[in-house]
């Protein structure tokens, strides 16, 4: 079982619905939560970054952490064409330190 | 931009044979970090610098090795090449503090015919 899990999608919506990004994982010693996002064949873009539990909010997106739930999500609101990419969350248990990914889910925001 | 820069943006080769990736991390960041993307693996750490010294292996194959020079770029060597290890390969960077995060380069996708 690999330690963050993530389900791939794809995930279809149209234009200006409410986007919920889920992840799961297991290692208790996570403490630092990220998601990127992912165009085609480029790097991954650093969106949202949040340390321990709680909501951390950014323009039309919302990152929450669930401790003890071992779960975190990343919600987009009034999605545009232009935010379909691929989500990947990622986590580490200590800064400076190398992420732990989950595989990604593939979004697809439609006019 | 993020920053991080990587040469060459394509590489083609044949099996057995070795290359070099190249990365130059965000002006002050002393952290570097490759990571391999395949379809079916997603996003794999390899191996991490810190200011020139090894901080922290991850799936790193024997055959792959790198380095990080005192100018702070960095250079990721794959040799004795596979057909599996085609791939992108993603150089990171990070500044340590309280609220460090990783910035990522384009990536050097790797085809081994």
């Known amino acids: 079982q690999k330690e963050v899990e993530q389900d791939p999608g794809p995930l279809s919506v149209p234009e200006g619905a409410i986007v919920s990004l889920n992840c799961t994982y297991s290692n208790s010693a996570f403490q630092y939560f990220m998601w990127y996002r992912q165009y085609s064949r480029k790097g991954p873009e650093l969106l949202m970054y949040t340390y321990s539990s709680g909501n951390k909010e950014d323009g039309r997106f919302t990152a929450q952490v669930d401790k003890s739930s071992k779960y975190i999500s990343l919600f987009i609101r009034d999605s545009q064409p232009s935010d379909s990419a691929t989500y990947l969350c990622a986590m580490s248990g200590k800064t400076g330190y190398a992420l732990n990914f989950g595989k990604g889910t593939s979004l697809l925001v439609t006019p | 931009d993020s920053g991080v820069t990587q040469t060459p943006k394509h590489l083609i080769t044949a099996t057995g044979q070795r290359v070099t990736l190249r990365c130059s991390p965000r002006?002050?960041?002393?952290?570097v970090y490759w990571y391999q993307q395949s379809l079916d693996q997603g996003l794999q750490f390899l191996i991490q610098y810190y200011n020139g010294e090894e901080r922290a292996k991850g799936n790193i194959l024997e055959r792959f090795s790198a380095q990080q020079f005192p100018d702070l770029h960095s250079e990721l060597n794959l040799s004795s090449l596979e057909l599996g290890d085609s791939a992108l390969y993603f150089c990171?960077?990070?500044?340590?503090?309280?609220?460090?995060?990783?910035?990522f380069g384009p990536g050097t996708r790797l085809t081994v015919l």
């Open positions: 002006s002050g960041d002393l952290s």
């Open positions: 990171a960077s990070s500044v340590e503090g309280a609220a460090d995060t990783q910035y």
